[in-house]
C-alpha cells in the first residue's frame, strides 16, 4: 500500500514523540539567534531575494502539470486592528466557483478563508492555487486566499491581525458572493495554519488584547491546518532534536531569518507564551470552544511532534479532531518547488475536504 493510500494517521498517544519529554535546556543554554543582531533592512532585503525566488518557483510550480486556476479577482482590504492602520492596506485573491457550479440546498455557498505559507516573511495568496482549485470544484466554495503583510517590515503580530481583519471582511462581503456566514472555514499552510489558528483564539477572545473588531465576529465552522507551527517557547534545536530526521527540516540559517524577522524585538523563547504566538498554548477554556480541527501532519517535520501534541490535546478535551501524517516527506511536501505536486497531495487535500464535507454538510 502507498504511502498517500495509508489510512488516517490517529494519534496514539503511546506513540507521540514529545518535545517536553526531551527536557528544556538550561536558561544559559537557550539558543542564541545570530539573526537578532542583523540589522532590520538586512533581514529585509535577505526576505526580499526570497520572495523573489519564491515567486519564480511558485509561478513555474503552478504551471507544471495540470495547471492551477488562476483567481477570479482580487480584492483589497482594511487594516483596523494593527498599529499599521489603513485602507485597502493589503488584498485577497478570490476564486468563485462557476456557475455550472451548484450551491448547497439553501442557494448559498460556503467560504473557505485561506493563509498562505513562507515563515511570515514570504508568499502570496496564490502559492495555494491549488488547494484553491479542489475546494471549487469539490466542495463548490468560494476561496479568499489572504496576502497579508509580511515580517520584517511587519512583524508580529501585524499578520495576526491582518488575518483577522481579512475574515470580518469576507464575511461583510457575504451578499457580494452568496455566502452562508455559518459555514465558513479557515484554513493555512504552516505559518499560515498558525495564523488561521491565532485568527480564531482573536475573533473568540478579542478583550484579551483590548482589540475591538470593526463588526461582531463570525461562527467559524471549523479549521484545516497544514504542518502548523504551534509553540513558539521551544527553541529550533529542541525541535530538530525531536525529528526523526534532523537533516530534513528546514535549514538553520532559514529558520534563524524567520524568527528574527517574525518575533522583534526579540523575546526569551521562555516569554514567547502570547497564544497569538503560539496558538497550541491556548487555555483549555478555549480548546473547549474549538470548531472541528483537521491537520495535515509531515513525518520529516521538526513541527510534527507538536503537531500531534495539539491533536493529543484536542482529544483528550473529547474535541472533534482529524489527524494525517504523511509518511516519509518533509514540511510543505505539497510544494516541491518549481516542480508540480506529487499524487499524494490531491489525495490529502482530498481528504481534507471530506472532512470540511463532514462538518458543513452532515448527513
Known amino acids: 500500500m502507498s504511502n498517500e493510500r495509508k489510512s488516517t494517521a490517529e494519534v496514539d498517544a503511546s506513540e507521540v514523540v514529545s ?4 527536557g528544556p535546556p538550561p536558561l544559559e543554554e537557550d539558543y542564541v539567534n545570530p539573526a537578532d543582531k542583523s540589522p532590520r533592512w538586512l533581514l529585509g532585503a535577505h526576505a526580499f531575494g526570497l520572495r523573489f525566488l519564491a ?3 511558485f509561478r513555474i510550480g503552478n ?3 495540470l495547471a492551477a486556476s488562476p483567481p477570479t479577482e482580487t480584492i483589497w482590504l482594511n487594516s483596523t486592528l494593527s498599529q499599521w492602520k489603513g485602507k485597502e492596506t493589503f488584498s485577497a485573491n478570490v476564486w468563485v466557483p462557476s456557475g455550472s457550479s451548484q450551491p448547497s440546498q439553501s442557494g448559498k455557498r460556503p467560504a473557505v478563508i485561506n493563509f498562505h505559507g513562507g515563515g511570515f516573511i514570504i508568499g502570496q495568496g496564490t502559492d495555494d492555487s491549488r488547494w484553491a482549485d479542489a475546494l471549487v470544484s469539490t466542495l463548490g466554495a468560494v476561496v479568499f486566499s489572504v496576502n497579508y503583510r509580511l515580517a520584517p517590515s511587519y512583524p508580529f503580530p501585524t ?3 491582518d488575518c483577522v481583519d481579512a475574515i470580518i471582511q469576507v464575511c ?6 452568496n455566502i452562508d456566514t455559518d459555514r465558513i472555514i479557515l484554513s493555512g499552510f504552516s505559518a499560515g495554519a498558525t495564523l488561521a489558528t491565532s ?4 475573533l473568540e477572545d478579542p478583550g ?3 482589540y475591538e473588531l470593526p463588526a461582531p465576529a463570525p461562527k467559524i465552522a471549523g479549521l484545516v491546518l497544514y504542518y502548523p507551527p504551534l509553540d513558539w517557547t521551544l527553541d529550533r534545536p529542541q525541535k530538530r532534536k ?3 530526521r534532523p537533516d530534513l527540516t528546514l535549514p538553520t540559517g532559514l529558520t534563524d531569518l524567520i524568527d528574527a524577522s517574525y518575533v522583534y524585538p526579540p523575546l526569551p523563547r521562555r516569554q514567547r507564551t502570547d497564544i497569538r504566538l503560539s496558538p497550541g498554548l491556548m487555555p483549555d477554556e478555549l480548546i473547549d470552544r474549538l470548531p472541528p480541527v483537521h491537520l495535515c501532519l509531515c513525518e520529516y517535520d521538526m513541527l510534527l511532534a507538536e503537531g500531534k501534541l495539539f491533536a493529543e490535546r484536542l482529544e483528550n478535551r473529547s474535541k472533534k479532531v482529524s489527524v494525517r501524517v504523511v509518511e516519509g516527506e518533509k514540511h510543505a511536501w505539497d510544494k516541491p518547488l518549481p516542480l508540480g505536486p506529487k499524487d499524494s497531495v490531491a489525495f490529502e487535500y482530498d481528504i481534507a475536504i471530506a472532512a470540511v464535507k463532514s462538518w458543513i454538510d452532515p448527513v
Open 19 to 22: 518535545i517536553h519529554d526531551i
Open 55 to 57: 515567486g519564480i518557483g
Open 63 to 65: 504551471r507544471s502539470g
Open 159 to 161: 499578520p495576526v491581525e
Open 172 to 177: 461583510q462581503l457575504a451578499d457580494r458572493y
Open 199 to 202: 485568527s480564531w483564539i482573536v
Open 208 to 210: 484579551r488584547w483590548d
Open 242 to 244: 525531536a525529528c526523526k
